[in-house]
């Protein structure tokens, strides 16, 4: 009797499973969203009339408004002593909290600093950041003053979104990327 028991409740565990995988895939919309569409519908009016009067937290709540970070993806302030040598005005880190399957850097460089200026011209001429002589990191474009490094990225959706969001920011600014590494 409850080895009876056992297989019925065991074959009706199977069922529901194999059910709600059915369930899960039966229909789906197989209409690709139309990137243009998007980005005719994004309100930009509560953001700096200018790309370059943007700060790094205007990048990340753009971010976030573009549905870029949320809880699978989380931001984390860069502190001025990660910084300093990079002579940027501020910067985030966005990391995809499952297993790090996406890094992305996110610098400020103010235009108004010399140093920091230096510095961008320098990210546009070597397209890395070069302390001292050493390459410490790629940085594989930049937008207006912002350089973005993907240091690890095996997500191509999320990376896909993320420079579909960074060429919205450009055409709707009028503001190509210095230069934008093919990903």
Not at 114 to 126: G, W
């Amino acid at each position: 009797m409850k080895k009876t028991l056992k297989t019925l409740l065991l074959m009706a565990m199977v069922c529901m499973l194999v059910f709600s995988l059915v369930g899960c895939g039966g229909n789906q919309d197989t209409e690709e969203p139309n990137p243009s569409e998007e980005v005719a519908e994004f309100d930009f009016s509560a953001y700096p009339a200018e790309l370059s009067d943007w700060t790094s937290s205007d990048f990340l709540t753009y971010m976030t408004a573009r549905e870029l970070i949320n809880d699978a993806f989380l931001s984390l302030p860069l502190s001025e002593g990660d910084l300093t040598g990079l002579k940027a005005a501020g910067g985030f880190i966005y990391m995809d909290t499952d297993a790090a399957s996406v890094v992305i850097n996110v610098f400020e460089y103010d235009e108004t600093n010399e140093e920091s200026k230096a510095m961008l011209d320098s990210v546009i001429e070597n397209q890395a950041i070069v302390i001292d002589g050493e390459t410490v990191s790629a940085v594989d474009g930049v937008i207006g003053h912002f350089g973005l490094c993907y240091l690890n990225g095996t997500d191509d959706a999320y990376i896909a979104s993320f420079l579909q969001a960074v060429n919205e920011l450009s055409s709707f600014y009028g503001v190509e990327p210095a230069y934008m590494t093919e990903l």
